[in-house]
T-cell receptor, first 113, second 115 residues
Framework: KQEVTQIPAALSVPEGENLVLNCSFTDSAIYNLQWFRQDPGKGLTSLLLIQSSQREQTSGRLNASLDKSSGRSTLYIAASQPGDSATYLCAAPPQDSYDKVIFGPGTSLSVIP | ETGVTQSPTHLIKTRGQQVTLRCSSQSGHNTVSWYQQALGQGPQFIFQYYREEENGRGNFPPRFSGLQFPNYSSELNVNALELDDSALYLC??????????????FGPGTRLTVL
């Protein structure tokens, strides 16, 4: 059974720092790997999607990598800003039942001005 | 703005009661999924409906049930509420019959508190 974990659970950094969020999964047979942002009490906003055959995706200050063999994905945020403060979730749908998505518990990020 | 709306925004119920949560999908999206997100956790998949039929279910008991209507609206019903049902409930719509999160548009959620 797929398990998705995220480290750290919470992170507080000063504005301008570069940071890395980690997502680990136990079963490498994933359909894709997706990173989301969630503001308190709100829905999910998709940030980056990495197909299972890809190694990384970039969007602006965000870069996500995928290493299926080690069961890891990282989200790199460059030059963090207070507006980046939110919870970041990764999702790893199983390849053979990709509607039954497994989410990680999230990393709560606080960027201090 | 995803075009997916949910109502109500917040709801308070007592243990043992029944609750109905509503979702309005983006026009043209025939698939709706529901997720439960407890505080400090990631969302958990409850079930998915396509054209008014359930076509996928997560590890939730039968007291969690759903309905989907031809006008792109849907409901999540929970009977015999328990304290652990307190959570943010998210719906997501998709134009694909079997939808993963990469094709889903998420609503803002309904916060349910069970006392």
């Amino acid at each position: 059974k797929q398990e998705v974990t995220q480290i750290p659970a919470a992170l507080s950094v000063p504005e301008g720092e570069n940071l890395v969020l980690n997502c680990s999964f136990t079963d490498s047979a994933i359909y894709n790997l997706q990173w989301f942002r969630q503001d308190p009490g709100k829905g999910l906003t998709s940030l980056l999607l990495i197909q299972s055959s890809q190694r990384e995706q970039t969007s602006g200050r965000l870069n996500a990598s995928l290493d299926k063999s080690s069961g890891r994905s990282t989200l790199y945020i460059a030059a963090s800003q207070p507006g980046d403060s939110a919870t970041y979730l990764c999702a790893a749908p199983p390849q053979d039942s990709y509607d039954k998505v497994i989410f990680g518990p999230g990393t709560s990020l606080s960027v201090i001005p | 703005e995803t075009g997916v709306t949910q109502s109500p925004t917040h709801l308070i119920k007592t243990r043992g009661q029944q609750v109905t949560l509503r979702c309005s999908s983006q026009s043209g999206h025939n698939t709706v999924s529901w997720y439960q997100q407890a505080l400090g956790q990631g969302p958990q998949f409850i079930f998915q409906y396509y054209r008014e039929e359930e076509n996928g279910r997560g590890n939730f008991p039968p007291r969690f049930s759903g309905l989907q209507f031809p006008n792109y609206s849907s409901e999540l019903n929970v009977n015999a509420l328990e304290l652990d049902d307190s959570a943010l409930y998210l719906c997501a719509s998709s134009p694909y019959r079997v939808a993963s999160t990469d094709t889903q548009y998420f609503g803002p959620g309904t916060r349910l508190t069970v006392l």
